[in-house]
């Protein structure tokens, strides 16, 4: 089972130092991404945090409040539904006076929205504040979530554990699917799994989408529940049904990895195309890692390249670093090393070790640049200092040949004996042969 990126490589010799860069197996060769599992960034989007801390509400002053903040927004049709369902009407029809109470508050949560909306983020603090006092759920969630961005206050994850907490206390979903997301990172209260998937749980039987992607996820790597597949796709299959891309993703995943259900390429490509459609860079991108090994579909690099190129239209690195290694390997478009330079800075630039690596082999063998081991060393560097073992097994092997830097034999062995604590079997196989 693979959880998390795989990265797997082809042998690579960089010039005069025949340093194998090649892990067990085969594979996409340096620079290149695998199966990609972990989540996507959470949007800022006002309107649907504040639609999602809603959707459960009783409340018909909350719909009210979105229906007037977002005339033609994507949830209009919910929201009016909701009112109906309450026995309310939408507030331009203005059916009679509501409660001052009522009034106020929904009035606080308009002008907290629209500051919002414009970045100004002390006054929305203010009127958030003001509706979440006298008692609204999904005020409490926006000064809870505020707290959390740091957003006309300063970020405090003890306080944003506070209002998601009395915002889940007094039922509301997305308070509780927020408690989740601290627990599960540890900010505001120590990591636990545990905690954090019994507030999942909580949210996920209310319908929230992604506490039930979530707690998928939970199940399927063994963190606070015991490792179970069979709950990981149910949980997974109820977080798809509400459209949500990483549960379609771990629906797909546990079809590709083949656990709890018979593997199946094909049934995961459709999965991952359904979370594609949702506008998932890391759908997108795993579509092309796919065609990019014949995986439920035949091989085509420039399917591959196609997706690849979504995804990294959206800033994902990892497709940014497998469209590098296609334009490097002439594979899908024609071998072009400065092209592939250029997309390898792409996901560098961001932190992308394998990137970092494999500019410092282009720099090491002299392809779409000029030969250069000192800059190859720079960028070797930039990739061992994240803990790349390959990396820093590669530095110590410029150290023994003096390329770049001036031979040190201490220096090569204490680079080589890092890397092979941290796994490489390369450096493993040095150490044992010195």
Do not use: C
Request: hydrophobic share 40%; no cysteine.
């Amino acid at each position: 089972m693979v959880i998390g990126r795989r990265r797997r490589r082809w042998p690579r010799f960089l010039a005069l130092l025949a340093v194998v860069l090649a892990l067990a197996g085969g594979g996409l060769a340096p620079g290149a991404w695998g199966q990609d599992a972990s989540r996507e960034a959470t949007p800022n989007d006002p309107e649907l945090l504040f639609w999602q801390s809603i959707m459960n509400s009783k409340s018909a002053g909350d719909y009210q409040a979105y229906l007037q903040t977002y005339p033609r927004g994507k949830f209009v049709p919910l929201a009016k539904a909701r009112l109906q369902t309450l026995g309310a009407a939408p507030a331009a029809s203005a059916p009679g006076p509501a409660p001052a109470a009522a009034v106020d508050v929904a009035a606080a949560m308009r002008q907290g929205l629209a500051a919002y909306q414009r970045s100004d983020y002390a006054t929305a603090m203010t009127a958030f504040r003001g509706a979440a006092d006298a008692g609204n759920l999904p005020a409490k969630v926006m000064v809870g979530e505020l707290y959390y961005l740091g957003r006309g206050v300063p970020q405090d994850f003890g306080q944003a554990m506070q209002w998601f907490r009395s915002a889940a206390d007094g039922g509301s979903a997305m308070g509780e699917f927020k408690v989740g997301e601290l627990y599960y990172s540890g900010r505001g209260a120590a990591q636990d799994y545990a905690q954090a998937a019994e507030w999942y749980r909580r949210a996920g039987d209310k319908g929230n989408a992604a506490s039930r992607a979530y707690l998928g996820e939970l199940y399927e790597k063994g963190l606070g529940v015991p490792r179970d597949y069979t709950q990981a796709m149910q949980w997974y299959r109820k977080g798809a049904e509400e459209r949500n891309a990483f549960a379609m993703r771990g629906v797909a995943r546990l079809y590709e990895n083949g656990n709890g259900v018979p593997q199946d390429y094909a049934q995961a490509m459709q999965w991952y195309r359904k979370a594609a459609d949702e506008g998932s860079p890391k759908a997108q991108f795993n579509i092309g890692f796919f065609y990019a090994h014949g995986q439920g579909v035949t091989q085509d690099y420039a399917q591959a390249m196609q997706w690849y190129r979504k995804a990294a239209d959206q800033g994902n690195v990892n497709a940014q670093t497998n469209i590098g290694f296609l334009y490097a390997n002439g594979r899908g478009v024609k071998q072009d090393y400065a092209e592939a330079m250029q997309w390898y800075r792409k996901a560098a630039d961001q932190g992308d070790a394998v990137a970092q690596i494999d500019i410092g082999g282009l720099y090491a063998d002299g392809r779409g640049v000029a030969q250069d081991y000192a800059q190859a060393m720079q960028w070797f560097r930039k990739a061992a200092d994240q803990g790349d073992a390959s990396a820093q097994f590669i530095i110590g092997r410029l150290y023994e040949s003096g390329l770049g830097v001036s031979k040190d034999h201490a220096e090569a062995q204490r680079w080589i004996q890092k890397a092979a604590d941290n796994g490489d079997e390369n450096a493993k196989k040095w150490l044992a042969s010195h």
